[in-house]
């Protein structure tokens, strides 16, 4: 969550930062209101404790020395009414205000475009070059129906819509991808790997953002309040919540396989086909705890790491930086990766690259201590080093052949036993 103390100190300049996300300024002077509010009740019970002590010494001589203390302690007993008043409120008050907090966006990075959507995106890099190949490309479904890798109508009756099942041979691709993907982020970026749980609770989804804000587009499990990951950022940037590192030791770098699942609620017709928007997917994750001072100079490294990825494939892509709009709602700035698919006729999103500034690291108390012995919040950056269902979809259309094979990627043949194309199947 944002740093109340800019509210405080920035009020104009942070609503002003914040009216480029769209966040109205009501919003932002009811958290100050309500910090005012506490303020002033915790400067009152601290003058009411005080005078309580006072008077309770007071009493006590008072008493010692055969006096009437009979009005002081009536008196103290109103005191003592009023601090246990002022208890009730302030909790109400504290509530209030860090529910307010939670539903605040990230402050944006003035260098990023002002915008309310896509539209304002900037393309700054394109990567690769897609050329005719001098025949029609068939989209990802078309040619997955003639490689036989996709059941679709059977994922529907399994569990229903956005459930795709992966078979033969593309479900050794998708393995191949994320062993490959994982080799890349461990052996040459300097990632540890992690497998991290596949459910969470209701702390870690709120120590990322997710929650409060985003509930009903993730899946939860009522009775244990556990929440299916929607990525793993989640369990793999809350592996230090409450935790304090050594600046030393900054930054780590984390990477994990993970499914993820998203209920999407109110996503219908927005790009459903087959896989390109799905519940259930895989995805490999990198997140980086990194010191303040160096945080957007290594978002910069984080997006060549997921870009090497897709260098490493041989595949055309380009990379935009997202308006304040159209950011993740943590995010102070981030890069969207995109895949041309030629048969979809469109790019594709597969990586977001974020920097999160200590937004989350406030939300998660995560912190680090610095030379002198003084404890900051560290900050947090994570990004998709790639998400599979586009990437497939992507790979699928740009290493197609007349045939309807599909030339497998140099790197990925290890992992495949030699193998050199996706071959149609027969019959």
């Not at 009414?81 to 209030?96: G, K, M, N, P």
């Not at 490689?147 to 479900?171: E, N, S």
């Not at 592996?239 to 998203?262: E, M, S």
């Not at 790639?386 to 599909?406: F, H, I, K, T």
Request: some cysteine; charged content about 30%.
């Amino acid at each position: 969550m944002i740093d109340i103390k800019r509210l405080r100190d920035s009020f104009d300049e942070t609503a002003a930062a914040l009216a480029r996300r769209g966040v109205e300024r009501e919003t932002l002077e009811k958290a100050k209101g309500l910090d005012e509010r506490r303020r002033a009740l915790l400067s009152e019970t601290e003058q009411l404790k005080a005078k309580r002590n006072a008077a309770s010494k007071e009493i006590g001589k008072v008493a010692r020395e055969g006096g009437d203390v009979a009005a002081a302690k009536a008196e103290m007993r109103a005191v003592g009414d009023r601090i246990a008043e002022i208890d009730r409120e302030l909790a109400t008050v504290e509530h209030d205000l860090r529910e307010t907090l939670l539903m605040i966006p990230n402050i944006p990075a003035p260098e990023i475009p002002t915008g309310m959507d896509s539209s304002a995106n900037v393309v700054v890099r394109k990567v690769g070059e897609w050329k005719d190949p001098g025949f029609k490309v068939l989209d990802h479904m078309a040619v997955g129906e003639k490689l036989g890798i996709f059941d679709f109508p059977r994922g529907v009756k399994l569990t229903g819509t956005g459930f795709p099942i992966i078979l033969g041979q593309g479900a050794k691709l998708q393995r191949a991808l994320i062993q490959y993907m994982l080799d890349v982020h461990c052996t040459r970026q300097g990632y540890t790997e992690m497998l991290p749980p596949f459910v969470v609770n209701s702390d870690s989804m709120t120590g990322t953002g997710q929650l409060p804000k985003f509930a009903e587009d993730l899946y939860h499990c009522e009775i244990d309040d556990f929440w299916l990951i929607p990525t793993a950022e989640v369990p793999v940037t809350n592996y230090y919540r409450d935790d304090i590192l050594a600046a030393k030791d900054l930054p780590v770098k984390l990477t994990a396989y993970t499914p993820c699942f998203r209920r999407e609620a109110g996503s219908a017709g927005k790009m459903t086909r087959g896989m390109l928007r799905v519940h259930q997917f895989d995805k490999v994750e990198m997140v980086n705890f990194v010191h303040p001072d160096t945080s957007f100079d290594q978002l910069e490294i984080l997006v060549k790491e997921a870009e090497e990825i897709l260098t490493g494939l041989g595949l055309h892509f380009r990379v935009l930086m997202l308006c304040s709009g159209d950011m993740g709602f943590s995010a102070a700035k981030c890069y969207d990766l995109e895949l041309w698919a030629p048969g979809e006729e469109q790019w594709l999103e597969v990586s977001s690259c974020s920097c999160f500034t200590d937004y989350q690291a406030r939300r998660l108390n995560c912190r680090f201590r610095d030379a002198d012995g003084k404890t900051k919040l560290v900050h947090t950056l994570n990004g998709s080093g790639v998400a599979l269902p586009r990437l497939m979809v992507a790979l699928l259309e740009q290493c197609q052949n007349a045939d309807g094979s599909v030339t497998i990627p140099e790197v990925l043949r290890p992992y495949m036993n030699g193998q050199e194309r996706l071959e149609p199947a027969k019959g």
